[in-house]
């Protein structure tokens, strides 16, 4: 990859780097480093497809947090407390066969309801007979 790109609209040099930034969503804010191509000093960076997955990682960790949802690695872990594969919780619990493989891979965040069924079945993996 090239050391120096330039902006499209002002000319100006920028350079490839990390740099922390900040988001907030509804009063929670998360710092993560941020990688693009910088101007000197606090100018507007220029962001990459590559670049812009390590945002949406970011914003979708934060959200999970605000919305009180359950992280990717959590539901992994309950799913197998469960002894089901993701095809069998997506078609039990709801979502579809690919649900459970979009919601550990972190692409989609699980709703409210899937969160909070997934934590009672975690206290009383009894009841997914059930379902």
């Known amino acids: 990859m090239e050391a120096t790109r330039y902006d499209a609209e002002t000319g100006e040099a920028l350079t490839r780097d990390i740099r922390p930034l900040t988001i907030t969503y509804k009063g929670h804010s998360k710092t993560f480093d941020m990688p693009g191509w910088y101007p000197p000093g606090d100018g507007e960076a220029t962001f990459l497809d590559e670049d812009l997955k390590v945002y949406d990682k970011a914003i979708k960790q934060l959200k999970a947090e605000a919305e009180h949802l359950l992280l990717p690695s959590e539901i992994r872990s309950i799913r197998k407390q469960l ?9 039990i619990l709801g979502g579809g066969k690919t649900a ?19 934590r009672v079945l ?8 059930l379902l």
């Open 83 to 91: 002894k089901l594969t993701q095809v069998q919780a997506g078609t």
């Open 100 to 118: 459970f493989q979009k919601y550990e891979s972190g692409e989609t965040l699980p709703s409210r309801a899937i969160s909070n069924l997934l």
């Open 122 to 129: 975690s206290k009383e993996p009894s009841l997914v007979k």
